[in-house]
């Protein structure tokens, strides 16, 4: 008989569950969705990070600046890695231009992946996505 009704109390918190919502992004910011993977048909060990960061390029004669930068411990997972950045919308300007960029380090620090072309997000008609295929350094 107890096998028979533990199924059932466990409907309600289900439901619950399958009711609530997930938090609506904030009208004070931008999403971007990024895609990273690489080439190279190996799993990288534990204590690798990605590192994905939103950066404004419109300036060929000066640094990028960061507008959104997040970090994740890959831990041993395969690619791709997804993940998603929320750029301040007072930070977007129509006349600038933006890029998405992804690099890999190792425990060390030491680059083993990183981004070679440009992937542009946000503004001169590009989508708030970008997939990018990061390439190994030497």
Same mark, same amino acid.
């Given at each position: ?6 199924? &059932?109390?466990? +409907?309600?918190?289900?439901?619950? /569950? ?21 080439? #190279?048909? +190996?799993?990288? =060990? =534990? %204590? ?6 939103? #950066? ?10 960061? &507008? /959104?930068?997040?970090?994740?411990? &890959?831990?041993?997972?395969?690619? =791709? !890695? ?6 301040? *919308? @007072?930070? +977007?300007?129509?006349?600038?231009? !933006? /890029?998405?960029? /992804?690099? +890999?380090?190792?425990?060390? %620090? $030491?680059?083993?992946?990183?981004? @070679?072309?440009?992937?542009?997000? &946000?503004?001169?008609? $590009?989508? *708030?996505?970008? @997939? ?7």
């Amino acid at each position: 008989m107890r096998s028979f009704l533990a199924p &059932l109390v466990m +409907i309600p918190a289900l439901m619950a /569950a399958a009711c609530t919502t997930s938090p609506e992004p904030s009208s004070d910011t931008t999403e971007v969705r990024v895609t990273a993977t690489y080439r #190279e048909r +190996i799993m990288l =060990p =534990p %204590g690798h990070t990605l590192t994905v960061r939103i #950066e404004d390029v419109s300036r060929a004669d000066a640094p990028s600046r960061v &507008l /959104a930068e997040t970090r994740q411990p &890959l831990d041993g997972r395969a690619p =791709p !890695y997804a993940v998603t950045l929320s750029v301040p *919308n @007072d930070e +977007i300007d129509s006349r600038f231009e !933006y /890029a998405a960029r /992804a690099e +890999i380090r190792d425990a060390a %620090g $030491a680059l083993r992946f990183t981004t @070679d072309t440009r992937h542009s997000v &946000l503004t001169r008609g $590009a989508s *708030n996505s970008a @997939d990018i295929v990061m390439v190994g350094v030497r």
